[in-house]
């Protein structure tokens, strides 16, 4: 390249004079900056810049790459099961609700719960999921299904729940107290949400829970016995309660009135009158409930 000493133009090397004011053309040495250019043509141009944000378009171009490939991978994963099976397949639930695990059997990577009912919710696992349902106090029987995916495959798991109780069992059977009363715990099994406790008066019952306490005061009468139940919907069951007392055939007295002879101990007229065999003379006899001790366990 050549520059005008005058003007400082530079121009190509076929030139050797200067086409603005004549002057004699020098060499340029190597290592210059050129800041404007005089071709041969006769027309000045300037120097091309050097190009600027050639490294933010890369780093758009794989952001877009990296996108895109997740995309794909995404949809590869998402489609690839031939095959999904869920066990069990059906489920009624108790109407106090309760707990239940749903296996998964499939070919693919990913699986999702495609939809729910609200009266349930569910934990998802690797291969299983469990379900969990809520108590029903609707009054009436649900139903509904819960639905997995994977890819375009779905599985379905139907769904009933009771309305109803079915069953309602005591820890006990029988209540059975001194004549000093006492306090005891009865727990109920029962499949129901809400059950209730009907009991004698002389009784206190209160319940708690799973559970109810009976509570039985001194007995200074006669021997007690009774029924407490338990009921919910259509379903009762029932406990028998007794408490020691007094003999309630002879009140405490231990004996009765002989029957044989009403009591005078003899029987006959005039010179035939003879002794009661029965009651030996005495007129009485022991309590057949409670063996003459006058109280009954």
């Not at 998964?104 to 379900?131: A, C, M, Q, R, S």
């Not at 002389?202 to 021997?223: I, M, Q, W």
Request: net charge neutral.
């Amino acid at each position: 390249m050549k520059e005008c000493p005058i003007c400082h133009t530079i121009f190509d090397d076929n030139l050797n004079f200067c086409v603005k004011d004549g002057h004699e053309l020098i060499d340029k040495p190597v290592g210059f900056q050129q800041t404007s250019k005089f071709h041969s043509g006769g027309t000045e141009q300037p120097a091309a810049k050097p190009k600027k944000g050639g490294c933010l378009k890369k780093i758009i171009i794989a952001a877009v790459v990296v996108v895109i490939g997740f995309i794909i991978l995404y949809r590869y994963m998402m489609n690839a099961a031939t095959y999904l099976r869920v066990e069990p397949n059906s489920i009624v639930a108790a109407k106090c609700g309760g707990k239940t695990t749903i296996s998964i059997d499939f070919d693919g990577y990913i699986w999702f719960i495609n939809h729910k009912p609200d009266w349930v919710t569910v934990d998802e696992h690797d291969k299983d999921f469990e379900l969990s349902f809520n108590p029903n106090t609707s009054g009436s029987i649900r139903q509904g299904t819960i639905t997995v995916q994977s890819g375009n495959l779905l599985a379905q798991v139907e769904l009933s729940q009771n309305a109803n109780a079915t069953f309602i069992k005591p820890s006990v059977f029988a209540l059975k107290f001194e004549k000093s009363g006492g306090r005891k715990t009865v727990k109920v099994e029962t499949d129901g949400t809400k059950w209730t406790v009907e009991y004698p008066k002389f009784l206190d019952v209160k319940t708690s829970g799973d559970s109810f306490t009976v509570e039985a005061s001194t007995n200074d009468g006669d021997y007690r016995q009774g029924i407490i139940t338990i009921t919910e919907d259509n379903v009762r069951t029932s406990i028998s309660f007794q408490q020691a007392g007094k003999c309630p055939n002879c009140h405490g007295q231990g004996s009765m009135t002989c029957t044989m002879c009403g009591g005078a101990g003899s029987s006959g007229y005039g010179m035939y009158y003879m002794q009661c065999g029965w009651c030996g003379g005495r007129g009485s006899i022991n309590c057949a409930i409670c063996g003459g001790t006058g109280e009954k366990e």
